[in-house]
């Protein structure tokens, strides 16, 4: 029994190893040329080995002297920082001046500003929101320095670390460099029409892949170079300091003063409301008893109308009936 099985497996690997040679053999016949190359190239001492995917690297060896697989040394931390931040303040020019003076000192740029408020009508306060790209050995330093000219009100932080991906981009990079040298080996010993389009082909689509991946880390760079501070600027007339563990009594006397803050902050809004609306409500006002009074005027008119007419029916109907009472007689 064991020998028939050892039969048929060997019967099986000799059909595949046909297969292959015949497969082999077709390409070789579709582009001799390109495949004379190649195989050339391959016996060229180029130090290099495949992975999984069929990308390049170079081999290395271990200890023992045996070529083994690539040795991944551990990245350095490459950390993308992100901060959110909400704040209050009193002085809103001031501190928009600090924090464009501070940004340009520690080398930082301002990618996003939007600034709104100011209405006359309500209470004038301003608001800002500012995305900003801080270097990233600069970042602890700038962002204290907001707390120290400003209210926090809210801060989160995220820290992503891309060593990893940073250095599977570079391996795959450098592989696509070195298969793009061994094209251009081949493409300057090729001969044939056809064997010069299909590697000026795959040139273009290395060119391509190289280009991308390289896009990639000018990203990450970027990212890892500059942080990014997403900040929320409100002026207020009174800037609340949050405790850490405000007792019942802080909480109700806090409570109660911002109540009375609202009111009296609600009380000033309408005021200034009133007069500075104050020329349109008189228009409005005269408009509305202009048209009141012609309406009511209408409306006498129409009632009088309505009475005359009703008196006039009644005389009628009482000629009518003498004129009967007459004829009965």
Not at 257 to 269: H, L, M, P, R, S
Not at 272 to 300: D, M, Q, S
Request: aromatic share 10%; proline share 2%.
């Amino acid at each position: 029994m064991k020998k028939k099985m050892w039969l048929a497996a060997g019967l099986l690997g000799a059909l595949l190893l046909s297969g292959c040679g015949a497969k082999n053999a077709a390409m070789d016949n579709a582009n001799p040329g390109f495949t004379q190359m190649t195989a050339e190239m391959d016996k060229s001492d180029w130090g290099l080995g495949t992975n999984a995917g069929g990308q390049k690297f170079d081999a290395v060896q271990d200890s023992s002297g045996k070529e083994g697989a690539e040795d991944y040394q551990p990245a350095s931390e490459k950390l993308i920082r992100t901060i959110t931040m909400r704040v209050q303040t009193k002085e809103f020019e001031t501190l928009l001046s600090y924090l464009e003076a501070r940004i340009s000192e520690v080398g930082g740029y301002i990618q996003y500003s939007r600034i709104y408020g100011g209405d006359a009508e309500y209470s004038g306060y301003r608001s800002a929101e500012l995305t900003l790209r801080i270097p990233q050995n600069s970042l602890d330093p700038f962002v204290s320095s907001i707390s120290e000219n400003a209210s926090v009100v809210y801060k989160t932080e995220n820290a992503r670390n891309v060593a990893l991906e940073y250095a599977d981009t570079e391996a795959h990079l450098k592989a696509l460099q070195i298969e793009q040298e061994r094209f251009l080996e081949l493409l300057g010993k090729a001969e044939s029409l056809d064997t010069i389009i299909t590697l000026e082909r795959h040139l273009t689509d290395l060119r391509y892949e190289i280009e991308s991946y390289a896009a990639k880390l000018r990203v990450y760079d970027n990212q890892v170079s500059y942080s990014t501070v997403s900040l929320e600027i409100s002026e207020v007339k009174r800037v609340v300091v949050p405790e850490s563990d405000p007792s019942l009594f802080s909480r109700m006397k806090e409570g109660f003063i911002d109540t009375f803050y609202k009111v009296q902050e609600g009380a000033g809004n309408f005021l200034v409301w009133f007069v500075t609306n104050l020329l349109y409500l008189l228009v409005f006002g005269a408009v509305i008893a202009v048209v009141v009074v012609v309406f009511r005027k209408a409306i006498r008119r129409s009632e009088a109308k309505s009475a005359a007419a009703r008196k006039a029916y009644q005389q009628k109907m009482d000629e009518e009936q003498h004129d009967r009472m007459d004829i009965e007689k």
